[in-house]
């Protein structure tokens, strides 16, 4: 469980161990780390910076990745990456939830779980690393989180919802659409979980998917009657 309390040399230490750099200035880390709801001494400046920074270097990997690409695909493929629920994922694997830094309104509401507050806190982190060092290291950084993610890209799919996706893949095939419906509902107000499942015509297996909103459930769902199709196709 996170704490409210400034961080210990510890935390610092394998924080920094997950990141894989080390600030000189452990003032930037610790504010890149609080969130607006600890005072007014907070990342939003931090998180300003950052989002300016992260935009630029993913679009110049991508446009020398893709030199073929048009703008508009450059653009979808740019906001795929850098929205919010990917920066919350890349916010997961360096495990920031254990040491953002809350209010206790914040802390008690579940904040160190919320998509929002973790991808702020990846931009404000970027910005940090820029005034800690230099742009150079800076990109480097983004481009080391962002590694498998860019390798692993499809001109043709990646940034598309996963709904979208398998609704253009139903309308090749001419099938009918997607059906999806909310078959339970559970947690706390403030921590809702919903349990969605997507049918099929002409496939029996019902793919379901559990989120803390009925759309992300839904591409879930989504995502698993894809990797069905793919695997069909595969013969797997």
Known sequence: ?????????????LLEKRLAYEFKDKRLLELAL???????KNNERLEFLGDSLLNLTIAEALFHQFPDAKEGDLS??????????????????KQLGDVVLLGTGEMKSGGFRRDSILADTVEALIGAIYLDQDMFCCQNKVLEW?????????????????KTCLQELMQEKSLALP???????SGENHARMYEVECRLV??????CAIASSKRQAEKKAAELALQYFDEEVSGN
Do not use: C, W
Not at 3 to 11: I, N, R, V, Y
Not at 146 to 162: I, N, V, W
Not at 202 to 207: A, I, K, S, T, W
């Open 179 to 185: 059906a999806y419906r909310v078959l339970n509902e």
């Open 202 to 207: 002409n496939v029996e297996q019902v793919f």
């Open 34 to 40: 609080s969130h607006r709801s600890v005072g007014p």
């Open 146 to 162: 962002y590694e498998s993610r860019l390798a692993g890209l499809d001109l043709k799919k990646a940034g598309k919802d996963p």
């Open 76 to 93: 979808r493929l740019r906001a795929h990456l850098v929205k919010g629920e990917t920066l919350a994922e890349i916010a997961r694997e």
């Open 1 to 13: 469980m996170k704490k409210a309390t400034p961080l210990s040399k510890t935390d610092i230490y």
